[in-house]
């Protein structure tokens, strides 16, 4: 027998009567009749435990159990469901859990997001890194003094363009050791400090700061 309008409260009721009748579990059975049935949203009934026994959520949780649990809860709402057991017995725990659910995906959507941009960044470095480092290769005569100073000179053209694009105005520590990295390499081919190239390209960054275009 289906009843679609039936209430939050009485399909739980009916849901432990058909659940005792098929599962012999006396824990289960007794933590079933302390839970309450809070509502039907979408796909979903809610079932609530309050502070005191949630702890003892874990006898509906058993596959078995839950699997018996949602079958009695779909046949007597005549559409399947899915029990979800929150910690709480009424309709404003539920809105309480929904608003923490909210909360806890938007911050995991800001990781996942900030967790994005990292990994683009880090990509985009890394294609430069490949970039100075290829350059050297193609270098010719390259360990001669005259053609590792015009690779310098054309690696601190390439890094300002780059970083117009990559360093923000206040950059954090990731973006900062990304910078280093190729720093040290274009120092290391060009065989001068790394030191010196901060210094060489700040002084360049400076000068295209003054004359734009």
């Known amino acids: 027998m289906t009843a679609p309008n039936i209430s939050a409260s009485d399909l739980w009721k009916k849901t432990v009567d058909r659940v005792k009748d098929r599962v012999n579990h006396r824990s289960l059975w007794e933590v079933m009749e302390k839970a309450v049935g809070i509502a039907v949203e979408g796909d979903t009934f809610i079932v609530g435990l309050n502070a005191r026994n949630f702890n003892e959520a874990g006898h509906m949780n058993v596959s078995e159990h839950r699997n018996a649990i949602e079958q009695a809860a779909s046949s007597f709402a005549g559409r399947p469901l899915k029990v979800r057991i929150i910690e709480g017995d009424t309709l404003a725990d539920w809105t309480t859990t929904k608003a923490r659910d909210e909360r806890v995906a938007a911050m995991q959507s800001a990781t996942y997001q900030r967790r994005d941009r990292d990994e683009a960044a880090a990509q985009n470095w890394d294609t430069l890194y490949d970039y100075?480092?290829?350059?050297?290769?193609?270098?010719?005569?390259?360990?001669?003094?005259?053609?590792?100073?015009?690779?310098?000179?054309?690696?601190?053209?390439?890094?300002?363009?780059?970083?117009?694009?990559?360093?923000?105005?206040?950059?954090?520590?990731?973006?900062?050791?990304?910078?280093?990295?190729?720093?040290?390499?274009?120092?290391?081919?060009?065989?001068?400090?790394a030191t010196l190239v901060c210094l060489e390209l700040d002084r360049l960054r400076s000068w295209q700061r003054q004359n734009p275009g």
């Open 132 to 193: 100075v480092s290829r350059a050297y290769s193609a270098l010719p005569m390259r360990t001669l003094p005259q053609s590792k100073s015009r690779y310098l000179t054309d690696m601190l053209y390439v890094l300002s363009d780059s970083m117009n694009q990559l360093y923000p105005e206040q950059p954090d520590e990731s973006t900062e050791r990304l910078l280093a990295r190729v720093v040290e390499k274009v120092a290391g081919n060009a065989d001068v400090p």
